[in-house]
């Protein structure tokens, strides 16, 4: 190994699901098997530092001020925003179809175990969209553990003044499972089956 590679490989283990083994196929690859990959990866990264943000309203991808989401009216309409961990939980709920509304990303969950406290999260901008009124139900889709509990309990506290109902998803997710890893049915379901607390 020389030491190019090995902190090649060392950077691309520290991304969420790769091991070791996987890091170094992953650098030989773009090394020596596919050379030409490795400079379009490299523009792709440049690309998505320099113009992807996050979207003002609920923290959201974008390549502007606002997602293409929050742009939509008609989503806005519904009155309802489904709060999620992280953007991937956003996108697995888009691809499933399950849900036309808005959204609300949290960027984590409570865990001060992990020095997580509300101040690490995107609550300020949702306690704005509440005070604004346009929010009718806040559909809570966070992981069924007990930071995600917390996290719940917490939002509920602190939107209280609001007036807003607020659900849970809860059926068909396993219990320590998260969205991300939940099928079009599985988030389907959870979704039409959201408790209120």
Same mark, same amino acid.
């Given at each position: 190994m020389t030491p190019s590679f090995e902190a090649l490989q060392k950077q691309l283990?520290?991304?969420?699901?790769?091991g070791y083994r996987s890091s170094e196929r992953m650098a030989i690859h773009l090394l020596l098997e596919k050379p030409?990959? *490795?400079?379009a990866l490299?523009?792709?990264l440049e690309g998505a530092r320099k113009n992807v943000s996050s979207c003002q309203c609920c923290g959201n991808i974008c390549e502007s001020?606002? *997602?293409s989401i929050c742009e939509n009216g008609r989503r806005l309409e519904t009155g309802q925003v489904c709060v999620v961990e992280h953007v991937s939980d956003l996108l697995s709920l888009e691809k499933s179809g399950a849900y036309g509304g808005a959204y609300h990303v949290l960027h984590g969950k409570l865990s001060p175990i992990n020095g997580v406290g509300p101040e690490d999260l995107n609550i300020e901008s949702l306690l704005k969209r509440a005070e604004q009124g346009n929010v009718e139900e806040l559909i809570l889709a966070l992981p069924n553990d007990i930071e995600g509990e917390a996290t719940c309990h917490y939002l509920i506290d602190l939107l209280e003044p609001f007036s807003i109902n607020v659900s849970r998803i809860g059926f068909g997710l396993p219990?320590?499972?998260?969205?991300?890893y939940a099928?079009?049915?599985?988030?389907?379901?959870?979704?039409?089956?959201?408790?209120?607390?």
């Open positions: 283990k520290k991304l969420p699901g790769i030409e990959s *490795c400079q490299i523009n792709a001020e606002l *997602c219990s320590g499972g998260s969205v991300i099928d079009a049915v599985t988030l389907r379901s959870a979704l039409e089956a959201r408790l209120k607390f």
